[in-house]
């Protein structure tokens, strides 16, 4: 079955920097990679998404990138600000066989100003 | 907005208890989904259901089952509740688009 790993697993950076955070899959069957934002006390929140089609999308200071050949895909955000301090998961499915999203293990990103 | 909701945000149970975790979505959602996450393990799913009266297990299905009477309506039920069943649940939900929608999430300590 299909894994998901994630790195790393913790990132600290300064307000206004970027940061990277990267994700490999093992399954080449998997053609959807969502991310997700998860505060402090609150469920997982979709914010990005990409589809095996395409190479990069972008919304505002939120870009990811995919590498199907490498089967790898990273999250960036540029300009960081203190809100963006969480937790932030990768995932991967096979959306066209209909199978579940599998998850990286989590990313603390902690942003101090 | 999609809505995700599950019964309870704090549980605590003694051991040999049988739990039940309720979770209701709003938007019509043929898929939904039952996890539990753990420090430094991330999310692993329990069980999913992409049908009403169906279910399919998923990568850590042990000591759990589920239930689907109504498609709006997914349970996670622990039969016979065990200390190492102490974890945060996160029931999620998603149409056939992909996108997934999570609930708050139930803290649930097993004494």
């Known amino acids: 079955g299909e894994n998901v790993e994630q790195h790393p697993s913790t990132l600290s950076v300064q307000e206004g920097d970027s940061a990277v955070i990267k994700c490999t899959y093992s399954?080449?069957?998997?053609?959807?990679f969502p991310w997700y934002k998860q505060e402090l006390g609150k469920g997982p929140q979709l914010i990005i998404d990409?589809?095996?089609?395409?190479g990069e999308k972008k919304d505002q200071r939120i870009a990811v990138t995919l590498n199907k050949t490498a089967k790898h895909f990273s999250l960036h955000i540029t300009e960081t600000q203190p809100e963006d301090s969480a937790v932030y998961f990768c995932?991967?499915?096979?959306?066209?066989?209909?199978?579940?999203?599998?998850f990286g293990k989590g990313t603390t990103l902690s942003v101090s100003s | 907005d999609v809505k995700v909701t599950q019964s309870s945000r704090y549980l605590v149970k003694r051991t040999g208890e049988k739990v039940f975790l309720e979770c209701v979505q709003d938007?019509?959602?043929?898929?939904m989904f039952w996890y539990r996450q753990d420090p430094g393990l991330g999310l692993r799913l329990i069980y999913f259901s992409y049908d009403v009266k169906m279910k399919e297990k998923g990568d850590i299905p042990e000591g759990y089952s589920v239930s689907r009477e109504k498609k709006e309506r997914f349970s996670l039920i622990l039969e016979s509740a065990s200390t190492n069943q102490t974890s945060m649940y996160l029931c999620a939900s998603s149409s056939t688009d992909g996108w997934q929608y999570f609930g708050p999430g139930t803290r649930l300590t097993v004494l």
């Open positions: 938007m019509d959602h043929e898929n």
């Open positions: 399954d080449s069957a998997s053609n959807y």
């Open positions: 995932a991967a499915s096979n959306h066209q066989a209909g199978t579940a999203l599998i």
């Open positions: 990409i589809r095996s089609n395409v």
